[in-house]
């Protein structure tokens, strides 16, 4: 297999485009072309064009991945799921996310404190923050550690109280809506009949 042509990319800085004898095009880091000695003319052996196109799939793989993380955090196990989903291997995913965890790009810790903290100050409850933890992947050794990071659930749940019992009577029926309102929420129900108590409403039990 002969490069036809190696030129640096006009679209993406620091890759380079090889075009091959079958007009097939290889996109590669300056790693690739550094390391394989890659120039115009030259002749690579089947040995040799099949190592320069999987460390050429690490790559872009590293690229993505590098791309996806200082866009939006990811956990170890969403960012495996996406290069699963780009063509990676087990072993594969499971080193480049390593690499990503050693060069600080990935860390759950850190990850599952951001997240509590941003659904925590939007007004949700516990039960709604173990869930995100949950479908995010995030391991279950480090939950109790990231729920610290949630704000007291006294002061949110007053204030969603306050506006929408205000004007209101507080009947069974109005308290029952918000108590399911609040649940939804994620928060438990001995929080939500505080909060109730601490308006004024007299719940008699858990709604």
Do not use: H
């Amino acid at each position: 297999m002969v490069i036809q042509e190696l030129k640096p990319s006009k679209r993406v800085e620091g890759r380079w485009l090889a075009v091959l004898e079958d007009g097939s095009i290889l996109r590669l880091g300056e790693n690739e072309v550094v390391g394989f000695a890659l120039y115009a003319g030259k002749e690579l052996t089947d040995e040799e064009a099949e190592a320069l196109t999987a460390s050429a799939r690490r790559s872009l793989w590293k690229e993505k991945a590098l791309d996806l993380l200082t866009r939006k955090p990811q956990s170890r196990k969403e960012l495996e799921r996406k290069l699963k989903e780009w063509g990676a291997g087990e072993a594969d995913a499971a080193a480049l996310c390593g690499r990503m965890e050693e060069l600080g790009y990935l860390n759950d810790a850190s990850y599952a404190a951001q997240v509590v903290r941003y659904y925590s100050a939007k007004g949700f409850g516990e039960k709604k923050l173990r869930d995100e933890l949950y479908r995010r992947g995030i391991p279950r050794d480090i939950w109790d550690e990231a729920l610290e990071q949630a704000q007291d659930p006294a002061g949110a749940i007053d204030a969603f109280v306050a506006k929408k019992l205000a004007g209101k009577s507080l009947d069974r029926k109005e308290l029952q809506k918000v108590s399911a309102a609040l649940a939804r929420r994620g928060y438990a129900w001995s929080d939500i009949n505080d909060a109730l108590r601490r308006y004024g409403a007299e719940t008699g039990e858990d709604y």
